[in-house]
């Protein structure tokens, strides 16, 4: 169904949880690494592995993560909470079951406030924050599409079995109407920032040390009930969060109008075509079996011990994009752009290399961002960092580089020159400051037309644009055109 | 009146990935019943002031240091498993044809 009309018929409801990848040392309940990208089975051991007699110790260090990461999200800390066994029979767990939290979350009712695009602010309720362990990695063999479905056998690499995790879950998201596949999009985005914030992950979509399943369902406008949801995983990229919202809605508004139903089950995103097929039937929580975790003891954080880590909590994204708008003298839509851009950071470390917020800013959002859109990519991936702008913009400064040079030296790093000091000698881009060499350019191109010459002797002070140009061209452009220009007057006697 | 019904040890069964055959589930669900209710007589002794037990020892907060420990090596890792591949533990079909 066509967008509009399913938002014109419909009531969006999400529910978005998102799952993260702790950047501990060691896993969850046990001393392994959690480095990405290992050899297979290179870093479990007998707990990971769920071996007999092999017990669970927890990583305080995952905890107290855990613990920030509610405190961040205005979540309430809970005073006392278990672990809970979630069994099921996938081989992605090798223990039958996923050590987790079921009713008792260490962190619960919080909220995020998120930025839409056009300054629009959503509040995103939050249900629960809790810890649990990550499952291992399966490779399915056989069949068409390497997925689950058709595979003749699985392998499997239990190396990120055990890795904490933090699941965050939001209530359900109501009345975002037409705009629910930007607020997923800008949700999962405002989490990543407040998560790298934190310090506690590497926020890696595309190596899934953030991953997001979005909950979708429907309801006719006016009707109060939620409809069937279904939950779409495999949501690998912000972008993807966007589309996959915006592909349920339009599906599942096609089925409904058709007075079909919708089976609650997990659907599976595919990146390529942008649309979401059908997975397994969603178990019930019942089904799961859920009970406390008798291996491991309750957690009880003090009061004294949450205070203590909330005052480890950094500058959040919101109280840094507000000290920074006044620092750089910014309005709301100046410092709108700059975020939507993706430009606040970088510029934010080329001041910290030393440039004024000006200078850095009008580098960021003028010729480099320009050079971005060229190449089709962001302007973080653009191969220059803040501190070579901050040096080219030293040179401009220090009256060794002309503006024009300065962009040939950015593109010179851009092209992989070297750094600005390599491109400025590799090219030979050096500001003719010379005095006696500028003369005898000035004058050599005053001999080559003399008519023009004899024009400005005779006071048309405007003919010596002509002669400025010869001599810019003359020195390649390294010469200051301005003092060129004075050079020229005074020759003529002016 | 039995608490457990045919369906429901029809379902717990496909949980567990048990093979039941019909005459299976009368016998069982009985059996079950019988279980049910003599676990149920607990609740008779049980009191609102005896909060339920999930942990025999009154701890919390045990935690470990955020410190690596040596593991195990893939050759190991893998040497209890039936079957494994490219350094994988390998399993039949996860999912059937559905």
């Known amino acids: 169904m066509d967008y509009a009309e399913v938002v014109e018929r419909f009531d969006p409801v999400l529910g978005l949880e998102v799952h993260v990848e702790l950047s501990t040392n060691t896993k969850m309940f046990c001393g392994c690494p959690t480095t990405f990208g290992a050899e297979p089975n290179t870093q479990v051991c007998p707990t990971c592995l769920g071996l007999p007699g092999a017990l669970p110790a927890v990583n305080g260090k995952a905890v107290e993560s855990a613990i920030r990461i509610g405190l961040a999200l205005n979540c309430e800390i809970a005073a006392w909470c278990r672990f809970a066994r979630k069994n099921y029979f996938y081989p992605d767990q090798p223990k039958n079951f996923q050590t987790s939290q079921y009713d008792e979350p260490i962190a619960f009712n919080g909220y995020l406030d998120v930025v839409l695009e056009d300054g629009e602010v959503f509040r995103v309720d939050i249900e629960r924050a809790h810890m649990e362990e990550d499952t291992g990695k399966s490779l399915h063999v056989g069949g068409a599409t390497g997925r689950i479905h058709g595979a003749d056998y699985s392998l499997l690499d239990y190396n990120r079995a055990g890795v904490p995790l933090i699941e965050i879950v939001t209530k359900p998201l109501e009345g975002a109407g037409e705009r629910a596949p930007e607020v997923a999009k800008a949700y999962v985005s405002a989490l990543r920032d407040l998560l790298r914030a934190l310090d506690v992950s590497d926020v890696r979509m595309d190596q899934g040390s953030l991953r997001c399943d979005a909950n979708v369902s429907l309801k006719p406008k006016g009707q109060a009930e939620f409809g069937t949801r279904t939950e779409t995983k495999n949501v690998n990229s912000l972008r993807s969060v966007e589309r996959a919202v915006r592909f349920e809605m339009c599906r599942q508004g096609a089925v409904l109008a058709e007075g079909g139903r919708i089976v609650q089950e997990t659907r599976h995103f595919d990146e390529s075509s942008g649309s979401t097929s059908a997975g397994r039937t969603k178990e019930t929580a019942e089904d799961y079996r859920y009970f406390p975790e008798p291996d491991l003891a309750p957690v009880a954080p003090s009061t004294e011990w949450v205070e203590e880590l909330r005052a480890t909590l950094p500058e959040l994204p919101w109280e840094r994009l507000k000290r920074i708008q006044g620092d750089w003298q910014l309005t709301d839509a100046e410092l709108r752009d700059l975020v939507n851009a993706g430009a606040v950071d970088l510029i934010a470390a080329t001041v910290d290399a030393g440039s004024s917020p000006a200078e850095a800013r009008r580098w960021w959002v003028a010729y480099l961002t320009q050079q971005a859109n060229t190449r089709g990519i962001e302007l973080v991936e653009l191969s220059i960092t803040p501190v070579q702008v901050a040096r080219v913009i030293e040179l401009v400064n220090g009256g060794s580089l002309t503006n024009t040079m300065a962009k040939d030296v950015v593109d010179g790093v851009l092209a992989g020159e070297g750094s600005p000091d390599e491109v400025v000698e590799g090219r030979g881009l050096k500001v003719v400051s010379d005095d006696s060499a500028l003369e005898a350019a000035v004058d050599e191109a005053l001999a080559a037309q003399p008519d023009v010459a004899e024009k400005i002797r005779s006071g048309k002070v405007q003919a010596a644009g002509a002669i400025v140009g010869a001599v810019m061209k003359a020195t390649k452009g390294q010469a200051d055109a301005k003092k060129v220009r004075d050079l020229v007057i005074a020759r003529c006697g002016g | ?98």
């Open chain 2, 1 to 98: 009146m039995p608490s457990i019904s045919r369906d429901e040890v029809a379902h717990l069964a496909r949980l567990a990935r048990l093979a039941v055959t019909e005459d299976e589930l009368d016998l069982f669900a009985g059996q079950l019943d019988v279980i049910l209710q003599a676990v149920a007589r607990v609740g008779e002794l049980a009191t609102s002031d005896v909060p339920p037990t999930s942990h025999a020892v009154p701890l919390t907060n045990v935690f470990r240091e955020d410190v690596l420990r040596p593991g195990l090596r893939q050759q190991q890792a893998l040497a209890g498993a039936p079957a494994a591949e490219a350094g994988r533990f390998r399993v039949p079909r996860i999912l059937g044809e559905e």
